[in-house]
């Protein structure tokens, strides 16, 4: 048996703050025929509890410019996009000798979007810092689709528990921001959110279909698909962008999951009120039960 636990300085501390109790019931003697391997960021809290139960540890170093050549022409490939060979040596020459495999990834996001006919490859600054590619990568998304519908999808995925939210559950919780739907309403056709009250369904599909380097798909405990950020970089960064939307964000979370919503809420103004109707099973609230749920966000 094979155990694999991938980055466990993502885990929360239990409470106390004791990081030994997060790994008590991991046995430094393990049964015949079974393997652990447990990863983690050298500098993060846990490194020293984990070196002192792990009988062995393997530092793994940086990618060299050959290792990171491979991973994006690879990574192209499945994409099915293809880079000049001019644009492939300014990858490397900005990237340097050595970069992480995060750095790569970022700039495989980047490189991607280059068409073969494009010049000035000097105005695209590229470097080995992972925090500077995310804010690239954000500011054209944020650019693209604005900054208002990015921060709202991003911002609930990222006050949410559980690793993130589902796509209907986006799609939910988007759909009843009257503050985001007034703001976007002028991009729409006229009269399109006089007829249905939604978020639209083809520009949330398309937004989520260009975050393959922000956004994954997981499983939660109870089997359902949540969106969640691919790395811990991009939720922080994520984070700081919507420090300012954070009660709003909560609010609107608190409210859906509370169930509040589930026969329809109102909107008001001119004409006949038009009601958006949230579908019962994604409420945490039963009716009539007097135990509630614990609320999926935080």
């Not at 993502?10 to 025929?33: E, H, Q, V």
């Not at 991607?112 to 995310?134: H, R, T, V």
Request: proline share 4%.
């Amino acid at each position: 048996m094979i155990i694999l636990l991938d980055g466990v300085d993502g885990l929360s501390t239990p409470s106390g703050g004791d990081a030994n109790l997060l790994f008590s019931w991991l046995p430094a003697i393990l049964p015949p025929r079974t393997k652990v391997f447990v990863s983690g960021d050298s500098d993060s809290s846990y490194h020293q509890v984990l070196s002192g139960i792990c009988a062995t540890g393997v530092k793994l170093d940086l990618w060299g410019g050959d290792d990171v050549g491979k991973f994006l022409g690879e990574g192209l490939d499945k994409r099915g996009r293809k880079i000049t060979m001019e644009q492939m040596a300014y990858v490397r020459r900005s990237l340097g000798d050595f970069c992480s495999p995060l750095v790569a990834q970022l700039t495989l996001h980047e490189a991607a979007s280059w068409p073969s006919y494009m010049e000035g490859l000097d105005k695209i600054p590229l470097m080995p810092n992972a925090a500077y590619l995310i804010d690239r990568m954000l500011d054209k998304l944020e650019r693209k689709h604005g900054e208002v519908i990015i921060r709202a999808i991003f911002g609930y995925v990222q006050c949410a528990k559980e690793g993130g939210l589902s796509t209907n559950e986006i799609l939910d919780v988007l759909s009843l921001d009257d503050q985001l739907l007034k703001m976007i309403e002028t991009l729409l056709p006229d009269g399109y959110l006089s007829v249905n009250r939604r978020f639209p369904v083809v520009l949330l599909t398309r937004i989520l279909q260009e975050c393959v380097d922000i956004l994954e798909l997981r499983s939660t405990a109870d089997g359902s698909q949540v969106w969640g950020f691919a790395h811990k970089m991009i939720e922080e960064a994520v984070r700081k962008r919507c420090e300012k939307m954070k009660p709003h964000l909560h609010r609107g979370l608190g409210e859906y999951f509370g169930g509040i919503w589930a026969e329809g809420k109102k909107v008001e103004g001119k004409g006949q009120p038009i009601q958006r109707y949230v579908m019962a099973p994604h409420t945490c609230m039963n009716k009539g039960a007097k135990e509630q749920r614990g609320l999926r966000f935080q």
